[in-house]
């Protein structure tokens, strides 16, 4: 099955810095890739995700990569604020009819210091 | 956020006794989906429902079961806890018009099984 690695597993950083996380997939036959943020005693929450026929994909301070040769894919947040400070997931699927079977990875714990 | 809730928010429970986990969703989504989340595990999916009484399972089914009798309605049921399915769970649902990716998360369970 899929497998999902992800890095790094904590990441501090300034204010005002940016922020990168990097995931690594297994199947060549994933299509799909969202990432999730977390707030402390909460449910996951979807930030941003791109296809596989999308290389890039910008939502304000946010932006994904997907190199699919590679088989990975990264986050980058700009201007980084306190309030991004939360776990972040990546994930990979396969979308099918039957449904779409998310493989997460450890997720990366994001200090944003003031 | 779609209307996805989870009950009970709290549970505390013995070995060897018998648990149900519900999830409801107001969205009238085709797919719900139940997860565990364990440190350094991310979110790992336990059983899958893509309809009515159709349901599969995910990556870590054992000891698990599920139904879904209402398009609503997901339950997720321990025949017999064990102190390894101490855990935080989540629902997440998925299937609007249109798009089958993006699944929205319930804000979790805590079970403690002791």
């Known amino acids: 099955g899929e497998n999902v690695e992800q890095h790094p597993s904590t990441l501090s950083v300034q204010e005002g810095d940016s922020a990168v996380i990097k995931c690594t997939y297994s199947?060549?036959?994933?299509?799909?890739f969202p990432w999730y943020k977390q707030e402390l005693g909460k449910g996951p929450q979807l930030i941003i995700d791109i296809r596989s026929n999308v290389g890039e994909k910008k939502d304000q301070r946010i932006a994904v990569t997907l190199n699919k040769t590679a088989k990975h894919f990264s986050l980058h947040i700009t201007e980084t604020q306190p309030e991004d400070s939360a776990v972040y997931f990546c994930a990979a699927s396969i979308n099918k009819a039957a449904g779409n079977k998310l493989t997460f990875g450890g997720g990366t714990r994001v200090l944003v210091k003031p | 956020d779609a209307g996805i809730t989870q009950s009970p928010r709290h549970k505390v429970t013995e070995t060897g006794t018998p648990v149900t986990l519900r999830c409801h969703q107001t969205?009238?989504?085709?797919?719900m989906y139940w997860y565990r989340q364990d440190p350094g595990h991310g979110l790992r999916l336990i059983h899958y429902s893509y309809g009515v009484k159709d349901t599969d399972k995910g990556e870590v089914s054992d000891g698990y079961s599920v139904s879904r009798s209402k398009t609503e309605d997901f339950l997720l049921t321990l025949e017999s806890a064990t102190s390894s399915q101490t855990s935080v769970y989540f629902c997440a649902s998925s299937g609007l018009a249109g798009s089958t990716d993006t699944q929205y998360f319930g804000p979790g369970t805590r079970l403690t099984v002791l």
């Open positions: 969205e009238n989504h085709r797919y």
């Open positions: 199947d060549s036959a994933s299509n799909y």
